[in-house]
């Protein structure tokens, strides 16, 4: 072959290609890449902050350590709604929430330092007091108000109330079935109550006051 051909065969030969830097180097790390439904930290900075991160290991590593920080407060921000829902929130929650809508009495020491009466049902009961709060404050003093408010916080329907005629005095009937939970009874009606009326609990199977019972102590509540 003559040097002029192989001069030529040379030239047409392609030129070695070259590495590809994406192959061959490490990829870059990205604050946001290992959870793409997080919000990009990166993105909120300014411009010359989001170039430099892009090139650079350390401050793309501080981004992802601040993202990092910031997760548990997107979380509760994220389900903000939830929190505050009776039916939603954690046990935890629902005591604070009752103290939002007037409700609070219910998880603290009667007023004789008695231990609490607890509702039956634990939470389950107050959440169901606390989603009727509007309902139950625009019907407070009146008998469909402590009929319905005592249906609630037991569980138990059938309650009535009946008003003695020529006396500030009322007469609430409690269904057998309510029967043990009489101490958080008295405890409600003496909160709902209005303040120049007293109120007698009897069992709804008979007309004796509890005082005549021996499941009782106290009928009057004054």
Known sequence: MSEANLSESNLSESPPSESNPSESDPPESNPSAANPSEPNLLSLLPEVFRVTAGSTGPLAALVAAGSDMHAPIRSVLDRMDELVDPF??????????????????????????????????GNSRLRDL????????????TAAGVVRFLHLATGVPGFTLENVPGAFHFRVRVPAAAADQLDMIRRI???LKPAHVTAEIVLATTDLPLTDQSTAAESAIR
């Open 130 to 141: 606390i989603a009727s709060s509007a309902d139950l404050s625009a019907r407070r003093g």
């Open 88 to 121: 939603r929130c954690p046990d935890a929650l629902v005591p604070f929430l009752a103290w939002w809508v007037d409700l609070g009495w219910l998880t603290l020491p009667d007023s004789d330092s008695t231990p609490k009466p607890s509702l039956r049902g």
């Open 189 to 191: 009606v003496r909160q």
